[in-house]
């Protein structure tokens, strides 16, 4: 390599250098700060960086220490479990049905597909406010939303308190529903369009030569087109799954914590702890755990694409 | 192919009809309440009926408040918005197009491992550097600035942007690049004359996804900007429907003037964001 070689790959290095340096600061820098908040006495608006081991996290995980702390945490986990199946479900299904239908060479398919993938467009806030809107649940005597529409088609026995209703089935809040529709809503078309752009690159000799085979249209989506539709599964679950691992805005729009912590989660715990309660070491500690828990998806992720030379 | 009727494709069509309906009960519901007065939104027996005329007093009343309920109007949020949004988008575009042409044309050793350990800065929950953050942007100067939030974007906007651009930029043949470098071009000028000139749809993809993005973004917005005047739009309108005098009407008619721009660059370049999406984007 010649001097002038040498010069060029010395300049693109330091072309991109600011942006490694930011990033270094803005994610790994904060990450560690926060990190060490966790493991601090800071409790209240004055910082204080007293160390004081794992107590913060002790204090979400026991009941004994923790108190309201760890009954509101464990909840949040459960929600958070629910609420990220419940939701993968909902977004896998109806994003593959949809998918399968719009291949099928149908007329119009631009203006379906829009339809399906507007959602994606807009803010989770706007979602929030809207959805909020249609499952409120109004009175016995003057319902609203949903049950109104309910009791207008004569299904006055499906009635319910939606968002508000604080029962559980075992340690699962039904309160989440309808907050899972309205993200599963959003998230749908997302689903749908990863699963078209996997169906299109599928070539059609493929498929002919099935057919030729003698495999039915059934059969051909069966044996040939899912299995190579499985890696586009994997990569849906894992961009969902950490969109609901770490999901905020959504429900701190649509529903708050919701009675009794309903539909709490980790994201709203965090932000309502610190920004309202001024207990900045528990909201870093919360918000260290929620980063364990989207990273423990996305590192794997990462390693396996780099490995594979996929794009992501 | 013949012309008669096949009950498979009709069912078909019966149900991508259905789903399209479903999807488009919020529109429904939003357009049918913002439309309503605030007597006949209070009527709950007429929710999911349309407005018996169209009235635009709660698209007046989301846009300039009503002073004298205390109610803010969404309006100067809009414009913070647009304030916050452009230059956060450009800039972060300008960043992404850089990026993407050193890790695709000049990789330098040991750029595998930084590329992937960037990239992760995409998918962290934002949570765990917020409050460094807010300490960091008020030492600096920028604490609860429009400029502050900016820089916010811009820095956490790197992995997706660098991402769409040094996958796009990997397309153009390294011959192009090495024949422009044998006629003496150096980095800047490999940049400019061969990169700058292909890359317009990938700004075109990057700009759309990062506008998308930004303009409905809440977390940094509602946790950096205390300031009710300089809020964006977002947090303008969570404030709205989280006050205590609900008006349906007004909330679903801001609701409506907040989404309005994302949906409008969806429905026109629909296309470009799609590949922003696939590129392996994600909202937060």
Not at chain 1, 68 to 88: C, E, H, P
Not at chain 1, 200 to 207: A, T
Request: with cysteine.
């Amino acid at each position: 390599m010649n001097s002038q070689a040498r010069h060029e790959r010395w300049i693109a290095f330091l072309m991109i250098l600011p942006s490694i340096i930011l990033l270094a600061i803005f994610v790994y820098g904060f990450i560690a700060w926060t990190g060490i908040v966790s493991i601090s006495k800071w409790d209240g608006i004055l910082p204080d960086y007293t160390f004081v081991g794992l107590s913060n996290y002790q204090k979400l995980f026991s009941l004994e220490t923790g108190g309201i702390s760890a009954v509101r945490f464990r909840i949040d986990l459960w929600n958070t479990l629910f609420f990220t199946v419940f939701f993968l479900f909902l977004c896998l299904l109806f994003g593959l049905v949809l998918a399968i239908l719009l291949d099928q060479k149908v007329k119009g398919e631009g203006i379906f597909r829009t339809v399906y993938l507007f959602p994606m467009a807009i803010s989770f806030v706007v979602t929030g406010v809207v959805w909020q809107w249609i499952f409120a649940p109004g009175t016995e005597s003057r319902p609203r939303g949903v049950n109104a529409l309910l009791g207008m088609i004569g299904l006055e026995n499906l009635k319910w308190g939606w968002y508000t209703d604080p029962t559980r089935i075992g340690p699962l809040h039904i309160a989440l529903i309808p907050v899972v529709i309205a993200a599963a809503w959003q998230m749908i078309g997302y689903t749908m369009a990863m699963y078209l752009a996997g169906l299109r690159g599928i070539p059609d000799d493929l498929r002919e030569a099935a057919r030729v085979d003698g495999a039915t249209n059934s059969g051909v989506y069966r044996h040939v087109i899912m299995p190579l539709l499985r890696p586009i599964t994997f990569s849906a679950l894992i961009v969902l799954g950490h969109i609901s691992l770490k999901i905020f805005d959504l429900i701190y729009t649509m529903t708050g914590k919701g009675p009794a912590f309903a539909t709490d989660v980790p994201g709203v715990f965090m932000f309502e702890t610190t920004f309202q309660g001024n207990h900045y070491a528990q909201g870093a500690a919360i918000s260290i755990i929620m980063l364990l828990m989207v990273a423990l998806v996305i590192i794997p992720y990462l390693i396996y694409s780099f490995r594979q030379e996929v794009e992501l | 192919m013949t012309a008669r009727f096949n009950p498979a494709r009709f069912a078909v069509y019966m149900l991508l009809i259905l789903f399209a309906l479903i999807f488009l009960i919020p529109v429904y519901v939003l357009l049918g309440s913002s439309f309503k007065t605030f007597a006949e939104v209070q009527d709950l027996s007429k929710m999911w009926s349309l407005p018996s005329s169209i009235n635009l007093e709660s698209f007046q009343a989301a846009w300039s408040g009503i002073p004298e309920q205390g109610l803010r109007g969404l309006g100067p949020n809009l414009i913070n918005s647009i304030k916050l949004t452009i230059p956060a988008t450009i800039i972060s575009a300008m960043l992404g197009s850089m990026n993407g042409y050193v890790l695709s044309k000049w990789k330098f050793p040991g750029a595998n491992i930084i590329f992937p350990l960037m990239l992760f800065g995409m998918f962290i929950p934002y949570q765990a550097v917020l409050v460094p953050l807010t300490v960091t942007l008020s030492r600096i100067g920028l604490g609860g600035t429009l400029w502050g939030l900016i820089l916010v974007h811009v820095v956490y906007g790197i992995p997706i942007t660098t991402l769409i651009f040094r996958n796009y930029y990997a397309e153009v043949p390294n011959e192009m690049v090495e024949a422009s470098r044998i006629d003496g071009a150096g980095f800047f000028g490999i940049y400019r004359h061969i990169m700058f000139p292909l890359s317009l749809p990938g700004f075109v993809v990057v700009i759309i996804w990062q506008f998308t993005n930004i303009w409905n973004e809440f977390l940094f917005a509602v946790t950096l900007l205390q300031k009710p005047e300089l809020q964006p739009i977002t947090v303008a309108l969570r404030n709205l429907s989280g006050s205590q005098i609900k008006e349906w009407n007004v909330v679903m008619a801001g609701a409506l003037i907040a989404a309005i721009p994302t949906l409008i660059v969806y429905i026109v370049m629909g296309r470009y964001f799609i590949r922003g999406l696939l590129a392996g984007s994600v909202k937060g």
